[in-house]
């Protein structure tokens, strides 16, 4: 029982992390000064990596303008589908393993 307790936390903590990177590709400005990456590739190499581009593209996506979210990177709409399809999986998983343990222990 311990180790779903813990699979519990763990997912979560992915969902929210998920959720909480969304919402805030949601409201930032992606046409802003561009203040620092993740990407280490960037940090060295002016091109980027293949990836550059996408995170302001999900903002784009976010915010409405499917224009400018294509041109800062093409496969920025499948990956927040992918994106919103684990979060879904993740909470699905959730309610559907511990919901029902928890509904069985008090009914059972």
């Given at each position: 029982?311990?180790?779903?307790?813990?699979?519990?936390?763990?997912?979560?903590?992915?969902?929210?992390?998920?959720?909480?990177?969304?919402?805030?590709?949601?409201?930032?400005?992606?046409?802003?000064?561009?203040?620092?990456?993740?990407?280490?590739?960037?940090?060295?190499?002016?091109?980027?990596?293949?990836?550059?581009?996408?995170?302001?593209?999900?903002?784009?996506l976010l915010q409405g303008n499917f224009?400018?979210?294509?041109?800062?990177?093409?496969?920025?709409?499948?990956?927040?589908?992918?994106?919103?399809?684990?979060?879904?999986?993740?909470?699905?998983?959730?309610?559907?393993?511990?919901y029902s343990l928890t509904l069985d222990?008090?009914?059972?």
């Amino acid at each position: 029982m311990r180790i779903l307790q813990n699979m519990k936390v763990l997912y979560l903590t992915e969902a929210g992390l998920w959720l909480l990177g969304l919402t805030l590709l949601a409201f930032m400005k992606p046409d802003g000064e561009h203040l620092f990456s993740f990407c280490p590739y960037s940090w060295f190499l002016e091109s980027g990596c293949l990836g550059c581009g996408i995170g302001h593209g999900i903002s784009y996506l976010l915010q409405g303008n499917f224009q400018a979210s294509w041109q800062a990177h093409p496969l920025s709409a499948p990956a927040l589908l992918l994106l919103l399809w684990r979060c879904w999986q993740l909470l699905r998983w959730q309610y559907l393993h511990f919901y029902s343990l928890t509904l069985d222990k008090h009914h059972g």
